[in-house]
């Protein structure tokens, strides 16, 4: 109850997993019902649908930036999402689940001007001063100004390169990565010499869309509402 009181109050953000763009819409008459402009939409496959509602109502949306049709209720969706919420006035912002892509999103970022034309500055924006909006930290990291944190990654090229390679890392002021003088290996977890399992290197058996073909066939739609 309290936390539902702070979300009334806005003093806490929803960030809500979503897909598609009727439960979207749907959460977003919800919290219109209660005033509640404090909500982020996170994935946002078919968010491009509902680009004028999402800048209207609320702090935006965190999307991918290509990828979709790996379950049914993502089944559809754009690599020109980025830009389609971006021209609408949406706080936009790129994320990943991936523990491989979340490491270069710049280069996720990247697409979206690959394929929307984005400008450099509204491309950067969609992984540094956009996020930190949505998370209500604006006033500390995402951009670099007086009185915030340190928090900065130099490239040897521009950063929405493939070619880019990152020089140096500094978080809260204080350099964390040089190229130049860290070890070759800078892997905290795993040794380089060390054995290891190849648990991630199998392939998942993934079964979420398991006969869902049936009813896309004539007989399975007739079928269905017969039943229904």
């Known amino acids: 109850m309290q936390t539902l009181a702070d979300i009334l109050d806005g003093k806490v953000i929803i960030h809500c ?27 946002v496959n078919e968010g491009f ?9 609320t702090m935006g949306a965190s999307i991918f930036a290509d990828w979709w049709a790996y379950k049914f209720e993502v089944y559809y969706s754009t690599a020109y999402n980025a830009a ?13 689940d991936s523990g491989e892509l979340i490491r270069h999103l710049y280069h996720e970022a990247a697409k979206a001007q690959r394929y929307g034309e984005l400008s450099d500055e509204e491309t950067l924006a969609l992984i540094t001063i956009n996020p930190a909006k949505q998370l209500g930290i604006a006033d500390k990291v995402g951009s670099i100004e007086v009185g915030k944190q340190g928090d900065l990654v130099i490239f040897n090229a521009h950063p929405l390169s493939v070619y880019a390679i990152p020089q140096m890392t500094f978080i809260d002021g204080k350099k964390y990565f040089d190229i130049h003088e860290d070890p070759n290996d800078m892997r905290l977890k795993v040794s380089a010499e060390d054995r290891v399992e190849p648990i991630f290197l199998k392939e998942h058996d993934h079964r979420c869309m398991h006969g869902v073909d049936f009813f896309f066939t004539n007989f399975g739609r007739n079928l269905f509402e017969h039943e229904h």
């Open 84 to 96: 389609i919420l971006t021209e609408n006035g949406v706080i936009t912002s790129i994320n990943s």
């Open 17 to 43: 997993h979503s897909y598609r763009a009727d439960e979207i819409y749907m959460l977003i008459k919800v919290c219109r019902e209660f005033d509640i402009t404090n909500i982020v939409f996170s994935h």
């Open 49 to 57: 649908k509902v680009a004028p509602e999402l800048a209207e109502y």
